[in-house]
């Protein structure tokens, strides 16, 4: 069985990554002192970008999003 732990990041309205949790650092394998400041692109790489960027952008536009 998979295991399931939060991911939970903030991002600035230019799409960077600033705060993110302990659980997305061993997520992605990458310290988060790595993450903050990287562009959300940046950190999921071009085609999973594409797959988040309209729950990106709603965010963005000040909407609640949970996925």
């Not at 990041?9 to 993450?35: A, L, M």
């Amino acid at each position: 069985k998979p295991e399931h732990f939060p991911i939970i990041f903030y991002v600035n309205r230019d799409q960077r990554c600033r705060v993110v949790n302990k659980d997305y650092e061993r997520w992605f394998g990458i310290p988060r002192s790595r993450i903050a400041g990287m562009s959300v692109k940046e950190l999921l790489g071009a085609g999973p970008y594409g797959l988040v960027m309209e729950h990106v952008t709603a965010v963005l536009r000040g909407e609640a999003v949970s996925f």
